[in-house]
């Protein structure tokens, strides 16, 4: 329970005009408060919104912060043509690879030529919106981008956010969901007051009303209700373990197997082919699970294994929005072994995999977890006959079936291996 000292902190709270007001009364007007600051600050449910969308790329020509060898400008734009098409409402008029130096952090990215250049191309278009593939837009960017282009900007950041309050189905995938956007609000916040006036407000993404009906300090506000979403995520995980703990004692699970991988990758249909259960959500869209599942899986040696299922991976996204998934990846962080699902006929796969094991890192799996990890090429059925294959992946696929006898072998095999199944 949250201490009376912390709410009671003027700083914080709201005036009340009894002194006699309630623990429960207090939380509420923090509650309350949240809820003004999220609909100023934050992302507009998509649902009933669409656009025709321009989607560029900006291209950085050299410099430290140019892309990874591992891919191209032009894969990167389909993935964020990909990204976009993902919301059902927002169709992808048009898109282009706009090149640009050094790095994205100027105020409009672009010189003056090439942001004439894109005008003429959005009206030419008519489009309703941009989307800049880049990770995570300033304030000040999108209010000065909102400014000349004068239709909303999105960025991958808030793309991905949009995504997942559209599709997030369970409790904890729509608190993770809250607990993700929250930075992003908190980021909105600090720099409201020095660079986005009411000259420059976008109404489909930022929505500042500039609202003075919150009397508490607002990055206060949003510190309590993060404290209070991670809580209320902690309870949700901690009964789904009680659960799976109970059923774990009761089939003798001996050990843990977590897929990872991109996005899209084919995860949840591996999980619904080696299990045979039907139930399993699969869908062919960025972002279809969003939350952790444990399934139950006989090995051919007869001994019984849990798998999990988690949300995919994807580039350039800040690392804390898949950390605000953190609850849900610990099956990740404590799994014994980890397979990691590609799909073999993406041509973007070299880099796919290293934001993958990036992104390990990034949320501090052990190395000796992310050294044993099993490759599974998926989607094998869409090579051509005579591709060149690897000697180091496990190639299947889970709309024929191929190759997932060898893939349990090798399984149980590791399993006895290294964890004396």
Same mark, same amino acid.
């Given at each position: 329970?949250?201490?009376?000292?912390?709410?009671?902190?003027?700083?914080?709270?709201?005036?009340?005009?009894?002194?006699?007001?309630?623990?429960?009364?207090?939380?509420?007007?923090?509650?309350?408060?949240?809820?003004? *600051?999220?609909?100023?600050l934050?992302?507009r449910?998509?649902?009933?919104?669409?656009?025709?969308v321009l989607?560029?790329?900006?291209?950085?020509?050299?410099?430290?912060?140019?892309a990874?060898?591992?891919? &191209?400008?032009?894969?990167q734009?389909?993935?964020?043509?990909?990204?976009?098409?993902?919301?059902p409402?927002?169709?992808?008029?048009?898109?282009?690879?706009?090149?640009?130096?050094?790095?994205?952090?100027?105020?409009?990215?672009w010189?003056?030529?090439? %942001?004439?250049?894109l005008?003429e191309?959005?009206?030419?278009q008519?489009?309703?919106?941009?989307?800049?593939n880049?990770?995570?837009?300033?304030?000040?960017?999108?209010?000065? *981008?909102?400014s000349?282009?004068?239709?909303?900007i999105?960025?991958?950041?808030?793309?991905?956010l949009?995504?997942?309050?559209?599709?997030?189905?369970?409790?904890?995938?729509r608190?993770?969901?809250?607990?993700?956007?929250?930075p992003?609000i908190?980021c909105?916040q600090?720099?409201r007051?020095?660079?986005?006036?009411?000259e420059?407000?976008?109404?489909?993404?930022?929505?500042?009303?500039?609202?003075? &009906?919150?009397?508490?300090?607002k990055?206060?506000?949003?510190r309590f209700?993060?404290?209070?979403?991670?809580?209320r995520?902690?309870?949700?995980?901690?009964?789904?373990?009680?659960?799976?703990?109970?059923?774990?004692?009761?089939r003798?699970?001996?050990?843990?197997?977590?897929l990872?991988?991109?996005?899209n990758?084919g995860?949840?249909?591996?999980?619904?082919?080696?299990?045979?259960?039907?139930?399993i959500?699969?869908e062919?869209?960025?972002?279809?699970?969003?939350d952790?599942?444990?399934?139950?899986?006989? %090995?051919?040696?007869?001994?019984?294994i849990?798998l999990?299922?988690?949300?995919?991976?994807?580039?350039?996204?800040?690392?804390?929005?898949?950390?605000?998934?953190?609850?849900?990846? &610990?099956?990740?962080?404590?799994?014994?072994?980890?397979? %990691?699902?590609?799909?073999?006929?993406?041509?973007?796969?070299?880099?796919?995999?290293?934001?993958?094991?990036?992104?390990?890192?990034?949320l501090?799996?052990?190395?000796? %977890?992310?050294n044993?990890?099993?490759?599974?090429?998926?989607?094998?059925?869409?090579?051509?006959p005579?591709a060149?294959?690897q000697?180091?992946?496990?190639y299947? &696929?889970?709309?024929?079936g191929t190759?997932?006898?060898?893939?349990?072998?090798?399984?149980?095999?590791?399993?006895?291996?290294?964890?004396?199944?």
């Amino acid at each position: 329970m949250l201490s009376r000292r912390f709410l009671w902190k003027s700083c914080a709270v709201r005036k009340f005009h009894s002194t006699s007001a309630t623990l429960t009364e207090q939380i509420k007007c923090y509650d309350d408060e949240y809820r003004i *600051l999220a609909d100023t600050l934050g992302i507009r449910n998509a649902s009933t919104e669409g656009h025709s969308v321009l989607v560029v790329h900006p291209k950085i020509r050299w410099g430290r912060n140019s892309a990874r060898s591992s891919t &191209s400008p032009e894969l990167q734009l389909q993935e964020a043509i990909a990204l976009t098409s993902t919301l059902p409402n927002f169709r992808v008029c048009s898109s282009v690879i706009v090149g640009t130096d050094y790095n994205t952090k100027k105020k409009r990215i672009w010189a003056q030529g090439r %942001l004439d250049a894109l005008a003429e191309l959005k009206e030419k278009q008519r489009a309703t919106a941009l989307m800049l593939n880049v990770n995570l837009l300033s304030p000040l960017q999108q209010a000065e *981008l909102f400014s000349f282009f004068r239709v909303p900007i999105f960025d991958r950041y808030n793309i991905v956010l949009l995504i997942f309050k559209m599709f997030a189905r369970t409790k904890e995938a729509r608190l993770q969901t809250e607990l993700a956007e929250i930075p992003y609000i908190r980021c909105l916040q600090r720099h409201r007051l020095k660079c986005i006036d009411a000259e420059h407000v976008d109404p489909s993404v930022l929505h500042v009303n500039f609202s003075t &009906s919150i009397k508490g300090d607002k990055l206060e506000i949003l510190r309590f209700r993060e404290q209070t979403l991670r809580k209320r995520i902690k309870a949700v995980v901690e009964e789904k373990v009680t659960t799976a703990s109970k059923e774990t004692a009761q089939r003798g699970i001996a050990a843990t197997v977590a897929l990872v991988g991109y996005t899209n990758a084919g995860k949840s249909s591996l999980i619904r082919r080696l299990t045979g259960d039907k139930s399993i959500f699969v869908e062919d869209r960025l972002f279809a699970t969003l939350d952790a599942s444990a399934h139950f899986c006989r %090995l051919p040696s007869g001994t019984p294994i849990l798998l999990t299922d988690t949300i995919g991976f994807i580039s350039d996204l800040p690392v804390q929005l898949f950390a605000s998934f953190h609850a849900t990846l &610990s099956h990740v962080v404590n799994a014994d072994l980890l397979l %990691l699902v590609e799909d073999v006929s993406h041509p973007d796969r070299a880099a796919q995999r290293e934001v993958v094991i990036e992104t390990l890192s990034a949320l501090s799996v052990k190395r000796s %977890l992310v050294n044993s990890i099993l490759v599974v090429g998926n989607k094998c059925d869409k090579l051509e006959p005579h591709a060149s294959r690897q000697p180091d992946l496990f190639y299947i &696929s889970c709309l024929n079936g191929t190759g997932m006898k060898q893939l349990i072998a090798e399984i149980d095999k590791v399993g006895r291996i290294f964890f004396k199944f």
